[in-house]
Structures are given as C-alpha cells and as structure tokens.
C-alpha cells in the first residue's frame, strides 16, 4: 500500500475539552488517532514520549501505540479523529473504544501499517504549526455530527487531503533540515580547507 490507496475512513469526530482536573487513564487504540490542538495547550503522553502540544499542533497515533492525555495547566480543547486509512472495515461504524492496557487485545486491532509505505504515518507523529487545517477539520466535525447526505464521502475526501497535507508538511521541514546541515558542512570545509580533514571529523 502507498499513500496514493489511502482512501481514509472516519468513524468518530469531535471536540475533547480538557480541564486541569482531567485524569484519563493510559490507553490503546484499535483504530489510529488524529489529535489536533483546537484552543491551548496540553501533552499526549506515549511510550517513546511525552508530546507538549500548543494551538494548531497535529500528533497522530497509530493503532495498537499506548498513549494518554495529561492534564493541562489551563483548560484546552482537541478536535480528535478515529479513523482508518482504508475502507477495510467500513462495516464498523460505530466509535471503538480504546482499551486499557490490561485488557487491550492486539489481535483487534484494525489495521497494521508495516505495509504503508508513508513512514510519516508508521509512527507516533507530532506535526507543529498545522493552523491552515483548522477550518477543514471543523467541517469534518460539523459533516460528522449532522450526518448530511453522503458525508461519510465528504469526509472521506477531506481526511484524505488533510493526511497528504501532513504528509508534504513534514516532508518539506526534513528537506529543509537536510539542507541546513548540508550548509552548515560545507561551511565548515571551506573554512578549513587548509587542514587535514576527514569524515570523521567533518561529521
């Protein structure tokens, strides 16, 4: 599978306001997760980290990847998507809870990514800055919450631009840091042409 299959499908949208006296267990999805910091700022705690995440900030999650919201200083407020990547399972409509960890069962978990070739979705990914996608989740939200006529298509078609949107989004900061330290050792040579240089030293 490669990012020109994902053809998303959304089985709960909404708006999760969070207050400083939030305590929200460590849980484990059967479906994958798209946070997006509507208003303030919280942290989703995962295995590997614990991810501060400020207005417009994006932390999607995979299936089967243990995560948990942590209380903020001052209340905040998500807009969170459970959905898959494909139309696999579009029988299962109704929300699935996610499992606490004792009770979480690997063998229901809706889809396994080894096979996407898009590292960005293939791990626990924070995206920053991601304002320009406010409005477009809000309609899938609104689409979501009404059930107007062929929303699930709708929203389908908006998920999917949202994902490629992340996609390009980090993408393009990786080529950019890419090019920063390119910069940077080419700096480094030309001012030091004079002395003996080696990889090692260059890196």
């Known amino acids: 599978m490669n990012i020109s299959e994902i053809h998303p499908f959304i089985r709960y ?3 999760i306001p969070i ?3 939030a305590d929200y267990k460590p849980t484990i999805p059967y479906d994958h997760r798209f946070f997006y910091m509507y208003e303030g700022t919280a942290a989703i705690l995962t295995d590997k980290e614990c991810y501060i995440l400020n207005k417009g900030d994006v932390l999607i999650i995979p299936s089967g990847n243990k995560y948990r919201l942590l209380p903020p ?3 905040a407020v998500y807009l969170a998507l459970n959905f898959d ?3 696999s399972n579009i029988t299962l409509k109704k929300p699935i809870p996610p ?3 004792d009770i979480f069962d690997s063998h229901l978990v809706l889809e396994r990514l080894e096979e996407l070739n898009v590292p960005v979705f293939n791990e626990v ?4 800055k991601m304002k320009k996608i406010s409005s477009s989740l809000s309609r899938i939200e609104y689409e979501y919450t009404q059930k107007l006529l062929y929303f ?3 929203i389908a078609n908006i ?3 949202l994902l490629l949107e992340c996609v390009r989004e980090q993408h393009g900061r990786e080529y950019k840091g890419s090019k920063e330290i390119i910069g940077i050792v080419i700096g480094y040579i030309n001012e030091n042409i004079d002395s003996p240089l080696s990889n090692k030293i260059i890196g």
Request: proline share 0%; net charge negative.
């Open 13 to 15: 949208a909404h708006y």
């Open 19 to 21: 207050g400083k006296d």
């Open 73 to 75: 200083e001052e209340n």
């Open 85 to 87: 990547y494909t139309q």
């Open 99 to 101: 499992a606490e960890f």
């Open 125 to 128: 990914t924070c995206i920053r």
């Open 152 to 154: 699930e298509d709708i």
């Open 159 to 161: 998920m999917a631009e």
